[in-house]
C-alpha cells in the first residue's frame, strides 16, 4: 500500500468547485496542488500551485501534468477515460479509472449496480429508434429519457408521457445512446457519500435528504428524515456498491425513499457531491478530507456530528441582478447572511454569474433538520430580497 504523505503533490483533473474544496483540504494539510483542465482561470486553478491549462483530449499534456504529482484524482466524472489512463501511465489515480469509465455512462452503472444485487430503477437501453419503441412497451409511460451520458442538473434528459412522443424527445436529445427509465415515485431522494480507503475500511456521513427544484440540487438536509431501518438500509447499500466496485476514494450513491421501507438506486458519483458540502462545517472531517486521505493512502477520518442537525442550500446566479443585457449590476448583500449565527458562507470564485449556475452554498447548523432547512432558507431569501 502507498502512502503519499503531507509535502508530496495531488494533481485534480477537473477545475470545478468541488476540486476547489478538495485544494483546500489538501493545502491545509500541507499538500501541493496542480490541477488540469481546459478552463483558465478556474475555482481551483484559483488555488493551486500550478494549473495546466489545454483540452482533455492532449493526452501529451496530461501526462505532463501527472509527472509532477505523485497521486491524482478527479472532481467530476466527465472527464474521458482515455485522459484518465494517460495519467496513469505517470502516477497513481485514485479511484480507478475504470471505475470512471462505469460512473460517466448511465447503462454501465445501472447494469453494474444491478447485478450486484441492489435494486435498481427499472430501465431499458435505447440506441436505436427500434429499442425506443420496445424500452416504451416494456416500461411504460411516464417514463424518463435520458441521454447516457453526459448529463447533470437535468441536462440532457425528457420526460416522456406517452409513446407517441417518445420519438420526439430521443430526437430532442441527439438521437445517441440514451436511457429510458421507469417514472418513479417517491416520497424523498436521498443520499449517502461514502469513502472507502486502500485498506477496504469504509465510512460514511450518514443518510441525507435532498430537495430539487428544475432539476438542480436545492437543499440537502441532515440527517434525513427517515425512519432509522431506512436509513441503515441506504447506508448498508452504499457500502455495498463500494465494495462492489473496488472504490478508493469517495462515492455518492443516489437512491430513492418509495416508502415502505423501500429504496431505488438511482446513480452514482466517483467523487464529492453536492449534497455533502455539508459535512464542511457539520462534521469532524470533510467528504474533501475524506477523499484526501482516501486517494493518498492514509486512515479515514471518523465522521463525528459537531451539531445535531445541518442545512446546505445552493446559491445560483440567479441571486445577482442583471441589466437587460446581462451585465451584473448587482451583488448580494453577503453581510445579511453574515450577521446570522451558526450560517456559513462558501463562494466558488466563478468570475461570471448567470441564471442557474451554481456560485456557492449556504450551511446552517441546527439542533433539529426542519429548523436548519428553514434557516438555511431564509438566509438564502434574505440575500435575494437585498440583492
Not at 39 to 48: E, V
Not at 58 to 69: H, I, K, P, S
Not at 222 to 233: D, K, T, Y
Not at 334 to 357: F, I
Amino acid at each position: 500500500m502507498t502512502r503519499i504523505v503531507p509535502g508530496h503533490t495531488m494533481g485534480i483533473l477537473g477545475s470545478g468547485q468541488l476540486g476547489r474544496m478538495l485544494a483546500q483540504s489538501a493545502r491545509q494539510h500541507g499538500y501541493r496542488v496542480t490541477v488540469f483542465s481546459p478552463d483558465g482561470d478556474s475555482p481551483t486553478g484559483q488555488l493551486a500551485d500550478e494549473a495546466f491549462v489545454a483540452p482533455y483530449d492532449d493526452l501529451d499534456a496530461v501526462r505532463g501534468f501527472a509527472a509532477g504529482a505523485d497521486v491524482v484524482t478527479f472532481e467530476f466524472e466527465n472527464v474521458p477515460e482515455a485522459t484518465a489512463r494517460a495519467a496513469a501511465e505517470m502516477a497513481i489515480v485514485r479511484p480507478d479509472p475504470t471505475l470512471l469509465y462505469v460512473a460517466q455512462n448511465r447503462i454501465r452503472e445501472k447494469t453494474a449496480v444491478e447485478k450486484a444485487g441492489y435494486p435498481v430503477t427499472p430501465f431499458r437501453a435505447v440506441r436505436t429508434a427500434e429499442e425506443l419503441e420496445a424500452a416504451v412497451v416494456a416500461l411504460g409511460t411516464p417514463a424518463v429519457l435520458k441521454t447516457a451520458s453526459s448529463g447533470y442538473d437535468g441536462k440532457g434528459q425528457r420526460r416522456v408521457d406517452a409513446a407517441a412522443t417518445a420519438g420526439a424527445a430521443w430526437v430532442s436529445l441527439g438521437g445517441g445512446e440514451c436511457v429510458l427509465e421507469a417514472f418513479m415515485r417517491f416520497e424523498r431522494e436521498l443520499s449517502v457519500v461514502v469513502a472507502r480507503g486502500t485498506d477496504g475500511k469504509v465510512a460514511d456521513f450518514g443518510v441525507f435528504e435532498n430537495h430539487h427544484e428544475e432539476h438542480i440540487l436545492d437543499a440537502t438536509v441532515s440527517p434525513a428524515r427517515v425512519p432509522p431501518e431506512v436509513a441503515e438500509a441506504a447506508r448498508d447499500l452504499a457500502h455495498g456498491i463500494a465494495r462492489h466496485l473496488d472504490l478508493v476514494g469517495v462515492l455518492c450513491v443516489e437512491l430513492f425513499d418509495l416508502g415502505g421501507g423501500n429504496l431505488a438506486f438511482n446513480e452514482i458519483a466517483p467523487r464529492p457531491h453536492n449534497s455533502g458540502h455539508l459535512t464542511i462545517e457539520a462534521f469532524s472531517v470533510s467528504q474533501f478530507e475524506q477523499q484526501l486521505r482516501a486517494v493518498c493512502g492514509l486512515p479515514l477520518g471518523e465522521p463525528i456530528r459537531r451539531a445535531p442537525a445541518a442545512a446546505m442550500v445552493n446559491l445560483l446566479g440567479d441571486l445577482w441582478t442583471y441589466d437587460v443585457d446581462g451585465t451584473v449590476v448587482a451583488e448580494p448583500q453577503w453581510a445579511t447572511l453574515l450577521r446570522r449565527p451558526q450560517t456559513h458562507l462558501h463562494l466558488y470564485g466563478k468570475k461570471r454569474p448567470r441564471s442557474g449556475r451554481k456560485m456557492g452554498h449556504v450551511t446552517v447548523l441546527g439542533d433539529r433538520p426542519d429548523v436548519a432547512l428553514a434557516q438555511a432558507r431564509s438566509a438564502r431569501s434574505a440575500l435575494l430580497a437585498s440583492a
